[in-house]
């Protein structure tokens, strides 16, 4: 018995519904429901559709006339109105109210909320009689609400923090008062590392396998610690770095002298040291220190809590990330 509605496909729609049977994301029933479309397109009953596709011939029938009547559109789920709400909106409104406060401003002791936690507050305060951890942390994913992670943040206290920043930037982009840098002029981002631990440990690690990843004994030894100076060369990605028993102004001395007795820096018109304000190389002092050392040598400060200008922090992220961690060294020695 044929079907009262018939099936005409233009040529951009039978396109589109053989791009959807090809499709390696499409969902599984919009495949089928496409497959049915073509076969229907074809001159197939919905017996002959049924039983080549394994699926009842009254839902080929289905998919056939949601077709004829909306085209593609029609091949879609129509909305489901679902089950009724259990919550009003008053009640995830205060959820997400209380998930905004912190514990200690609503008599919690507790510095971050959990889902549990959350859960069981607003079932004291009276605002639901019964709630699970699952429904507050869906309706906090809602709104990309997370009170158990935090930021840190800082106030710059530095009055001049604008003017300090630009002018490290400037160097960065070669200008310097306004005047493009020369072929004898270097950048130079300067900074130590404290606190580098040597740390062996008690067995050797596992290497990565599959649906494994590497592991690392938890056990070790300590095997003193160093600190890493290092000298960045901006524009030419060079760095010059020592290992020193601790900071401070001595070590931090030594790695200038190595760099300026070292060519092209030995023979260079300027050298900008580009340095945070850590005790090794701090204000007015340090930058005299250095002129009086080295002329052509003129040292840069960041504005206060401004060390993350200083490229020379990339450098020591990359050796944290690809060089100390997971660290395991048998002694401290560079």
Known sequence: MRSAYVVCLT??????????TRRACAEHRQVVRARIVLAAADGESNAAIGRRLAIDADAAGKWRRRFCRSGIEGLIDL????RPCKFTAEVVAGVKALACELPT???VAMTRWSCPELAREVVTR??????????????????????WQHRSWIFPRDRYFASKAARVLDLYARTFDGEPLGK??????ADEKPGVQARHR????????AHRSMR?????????????FAAYDVHRAHVIGRCEPTTGIAPFTRLVDEVMTGEPYASARREFWVVDNGASHRNWAAAQRLNDAYPNAHMIHLPVHASWLNQVEIYFSVVQRKALTPDNFTDSTP
Do not use: C, M
């Open 126 to 147: 009276g605002v639901v009689g019964q709630i699970s951890a699952s429904t507050v942390r869906r309706w906090l994913a809602d709104d990309a609400i997370k009170p």
């Open 184 to 189: 004898g002029d270097f950048v130079l981002s």
């Open 202 to 209: 008690k067995h050797p690690s596992l290497e990565p396998a």
């Open 79 to 82: 909305p489901r109105s679902g």
């Open 216 to 228: 690392v004994e938890a056990e070790y030894t300590r095997n003193g610690t160093l600190a890493y």
């Open 105 to 107: 401003t609503a008599g």
């Open 11 to 20: 040529v951009a729609q039978r396109s589109e519904l053989e791009a959807i």
